[in-house]
């Protein structure tokens, strides 16, 4: 099993963002996924997640912002980022685990490599 994220890059602040993660080896279409982020000398922290019924939870700080996705026939979830900000700095990462949802990053069995987000000033 398999993930892999991408679509992180160098963006100004109140730019947008279009993260994706594609699943290979199993489908993912009854698991929750998640996009987590760590931030330069920071611990892991929840971002987002979507049930495999498509309910949805956010971090306060990135509500109304934010916007998580899933396709369960390509096996992908996205995260489109607008109105980013220097905060949103961090190494993105996603993850997948059977069941509902958790926003602990210790719930997840299935993680992605990371991609860096760079949001300036």
């Known amino acids: 099993v398999q993930l892999q994220a991408s679509g992180g890059g160098l963006v100004q602040a109140g730019g947008s963002l279009r993260l994706s993660c594609v699943a290979s080896g199993r489908t993912f279409s009854s698991y929750a996924w998640g996009w987590f982020r760590q931030p330069p000398g920071k611990e892991r922290e929840f971002v987002a997640l979507?049930?495999?019924?498509?309910?949805?939870d956010y971090a306060d700080s990135v509500k109304g912002r934010f916007t998580i996705a899933r396709d369960n026939a390509k096996n992908t979830v996205s995260l489109q980022m607008n109105s980013l900000k220097p905060e949103d700095t961090a190494i993105y990462y996603c993850?997948?685990?059977?069941?509902?949802?958790?926003?602990?990053?210790?719930?997840?069995?299935?993680w992605g490599q990371g991609t860096q987000v760079t949001v300036s000033s």
């Open positions: 993850a997948a685990r059977s069941g509902y949802g958790q926003r602990g990053p210790s719930e997840y069995n299935y």
């Open positions: 979507i049930n495999w019924s498509g309910g949805t």
